[in-house]
């Protein structure tokens, strides 16, 4: 049996020390969570026997994490960004609020800021062959009603599963636009049919997820924020139906609901009214969001942003 030390008077009383409740200095919210996570994995440190070259090999872990710019990708591949969504749902669930189109994580790679287009916008920069996506819906209130200036913030990654900014071949805000509805609620783009993406194998959040047994694929996406005055932002993706991964992502942000259907379109007709010449795919896919009220508060997450220049 391990040596159980972390329940000791003097290990609770160097706690309290070590995170601060003995002064009066600092945040006391900061302390409390500290104080609640240390005590945790002091205790995990026991119950599970965890050896000093763990603890150090965990240490150099976070070092290689944080160089990598990789902490926000592993907060998703091991469901910690899938699990705020589920509180958030709980939380809704239990006040009674409608919440509309379902949420769904954010993922680490928004860049804010993206042009601004009235009504449509295209996407692509036209510099990536892939096959033609238009896509088009109406962003709603919970009765159904279209809402004028919500803004559709769209973005997502090309057919090597690479997004712009982060990836520095690429044109700055390519495959990322803000769409802003008018009074009929409608937005549409064309855009290419994106491919899913893998964690970088030599990157440090699959060296994890190989330790766990597990890949670090993500099926093909769009994400979206959609957001309008008066209600409460949504934060959202699409995935594309047929993908290999659709109900195996590693990042846990399928749900059943933003799935829409993948239409060929081959009719000239089709083509033409969209100004192409040749066959396109079709999604079709309405936002429902939810109206600010008394119980209601805005959806919005607080975290560091990349902005590009």
Same mark, same amino acid.
């Given at each position: ?9 003097? @290990? ?11 002064? =009066?200095?600092?945040?006391? +919210? ?28 965990? !240490? ?26 589920? +509180? ?21 790679? #928004? @860049? ?34 279209? !809402? ?38 409608? #937005? ?8 899913? #993406?893998?964690?970088? $194998?030599?990157? $440090? ?42 109900? =195996? ?13 993948? @239409?060929?379109?081959? =009719? ?42």
């Amino acid at each position: 049996m391990s040596t159980q030390i972390a329940d000791t008077a003097d @290990v609770r009383e160097f706690l309290k020390i070590a995170t601060g409740l003995t002064n =009066d200095q600092g945040s006391p +919210r900061a302390k409390q969570i500290a104080h609640r996570l240390l005590t945790d994995l002091f205790k995990a440190i026991d119950d599970l026997d965890i050896t000093p070259d763990e603890i150090w090999s965990g !240490v150099a872990y976070l070092n290689d994490l944080g160089a990598a710019g990789e902490a926000g990708l592993l907060a998703a591949g091991i469901g910690l960004e899938h699990y705020l969504d589920l +509180r958030m749902d709980a939380a809704d669930a239990a006040a009674g609020i409608a919440t509309g189109t379902s949420r769904t994580i954010e993922g680490p790679l #928004y @860049v804010g800021g993206a042009p601004l287009s009235a009504g449509s916008a295209r996407l692509d920069d036209g510099t990536d062959h892939g096959r033609t996506l238009i896509m088009h819906g109406i962003v709603r209130d919970l009765a159904g009603k279209p !809402v004028a200036n919500a803004i559709v913030d769209v973005w997502h990654a090309n057919t090597l599963g690479m997004y712009s900014f982060f990836d520095k071949s690429q044109s700055p805000y390519n495959l990322r636009r803000r769409i802003r509805t008018g009074a009929d609620g409608r #937005y549409e783009f064309r855009s290419i049919l994106p491919v899913g #993406y893998g964690c970088p $194998p030599d990157g $440090p959040t699959q060296q994890l997820l190989d330790q766990i047994g597990r890949h670090g694929q993500r099926p093909a996406h769009i994400h979206f924020f959609v957001s309008a005055p008066g209600h409460r932002q949504l934060t959202t993706q699409i995935n594309i139906a047929g993908d290999a991964y659709l109900h =195996d992502d590693f990042a846990f942000a399928t749900r059943d609901d933003l799935i829409p259907d993948v @239409v060929e379109r081959r =009719d000239a007709a089709a083509i033409q009214a969209h100004g192409l010449n040749e066959p396109f795919v079709e999604i079709a896919f309405d936002f429902a969001i939810a109206p600010l009220g008394e119980n209601v508060t805005d959806d919005v997450v607080q975290r560091r942003r990349v902005e590009a220049a």
